[in-house]
């Protein structure tokens, strides 16, 4: 049983992994999935990989403040990403900005 269990692991983590370039809005992505048909932890993947690339910068991209990458991710919510989880993502943000 122990063997399944790690399969099916396995398979959720690779939904995830092939599904976080998927759009919100269905314009993007390996298979064109639009809103909730895009797995909940490929959406919640896809925020958090998004504000590490704003923080962080690149070579072509300047790191931005925290509070700038809050507000990119707002301007990409419904388009982009979730928005219900960018609302959560952005109370939990919140929260632990002011727990410093």
Do not use: W
């Amino acid at each position: 049983h122990q063997a399944i269990r790690e399969m099916r692991v396995m398979e959720t983590e690779a939904s995830i992994t092939r599904h976080q370039s998927e759009r919100y809005d269905g314009s993007g992505g390996p298979e064109g999935l639009a809103g909730e048909a895009i797995p909940l932890g490929a959406r919640i993947m896809a925020i958090a990989v998004a504000y590490d690339a704003l923080v962080a910068g690149d070579a072509h991209t300047p790191a931005l403040s925290e509070e700038a990458a809050m507000e990119e991710l707002r301007r990409r919510a419904g388009s982009e990403l979730d928005p219900q989880i960018v609302d959560l993502f952005a109370q939990v943000h919140r929260l632990t900005v002011s727990q410093r």
